[in-house]
């Protein structure tokens, strides 16, 4: 518990120092001043949850670094967004990146996606915050839902206080500390086995545990390529496109980059895979040290779920210096949650800021807005308590969601028709097809290449577009582009 209000009180600290939101527009855009290390850093934290200090490692000690597969083309992703996508959308200056696509194919294309942000968002959030709460009370004590309150009154007078410039600023702190807290478990774990550090990857090593890339599917290649996601072209793919999906259509991860001054968007987005990187391959790193631990300690029992790897090996082999550090990080990982990015979309692009009769520039409906989202994740998040289907149902409500704007934005840059009537049908047509395909999924006894989902959906939306518009002018973006 010492460890947590720690965390809590230095990130207090750090948001006092920094000062409130002068203004609506300086609590949406920090004034148009965030550096590129600070957008790299707090991009990387948008990323990181509980399921980064609990189930990276985890993964690492199940299986290998496979992972890093995917990392790959969400790298690949990042680079993507920020040459080719990133100047389209933050064209006109507006505040959230959905604005650009009223312009481009009318307002309803706005409000879908700034609707099917909010809703993956909330969802996604809730399961965020369930787990750490949940992991918390194993590690700290306290119930679950003492948890919840605190994390999200906390986040809540964060972003009210702060706007952009205290998210940002949090999540570089968030991030380093991350980095940091991974780093000293993974070493604390290597220096107590017999012969170091040094042992523990040649173990590792030797087990296959280090592994990244697997060229050849299981299931041969006919098969393979639609059923194991692992497989390292499916993993690639599914990097590229879902994260593509992911920054394109998630304002809290690119209101930083879309009101940094200058090139530092750009430079922010792309430095952010280096950051993220580093994030990965120290909890990846830690798993490896765990599997490492147990393999030369077979007499320590271990815990039901690989999962649980971390608090287990902190609560009873690391003493209670590492059960504080574990708990501080969780509550550093999801002590930011994504209220400016959700108080901008649901201001501007929802049109709530009329229901606030408030002076120009205030920064009150904005604060609302922060605080109530606060509120209903947080009673979301207690209402995902007991419900183990809940995690998968956000997992694939945020894929129809966002994939079909992806295709559409795609569409928007590159395609040659103005398609202002068939948008929105391509859109509504396109998530249903993924909410049908990704439940027929769930549903089936043998799973068949759903790690395609995303691309198949970008895919339906872009050509929808194209097909509706059948007749219409081409668009001057296109000629200009």
Known sequence: MLACALVLGGAAFLLRRLGPAAGERDFFTASGALPAWA????????EASAMT???VPAAAFREDWRYLQFFAGSAAARVAIALWLLPTLRAGGALTAFAWLEGRFGPGTRRWAGGAFVSARFLLTAVRLMAAAAALSVVAGAPPAAWLAVLAVFAAGAAAWGGLRGAAYLGAAQTAFLIAGGAVLALYAGVVLEGGPFEALRAADTAHKLAVWRFWPEGGLLRGMFVDRAWAPAALAGGLVGSMAAFAGDQEMMQGALHAPGDAGRRGLIGSAFAALTLLVVYLGLGSALWAYYDHNTALALPDA???ILPHFAVQNAGRWASQLVAALLVAAVMDLPLVG????????????????????????????A??????????????????GFSAFAARFATAAYAPVLGLVLYGRFGPRRASAGAVPALATATLFALVLLTLEARSASPKGWHWAPLLTAAAAAGLTHFLARGEAVSSHSRRA
């Open 53 to 55: 200090v609990l189930g």
């Open 371 to 388: 605080a109530a989202s606060a509120v209903l994740i947080a009673l979301a998040a207690a209402a995902a308590f007991g419900r183990p």
């Open 342 to 369: 959700l108080a901008a979309v649901l201001l501007d692009d929802l049109g709530l800021r009329g229901r606030f009769a408030q002076p120009e520039d205030s920064p009150v409906p904005a604060r609302a807005a």
């Open 306 to 308: 690989p999962e649980s």
């Open 39 to 46: 957008v790299a850093l707090s991009f990387a934290a948008s």
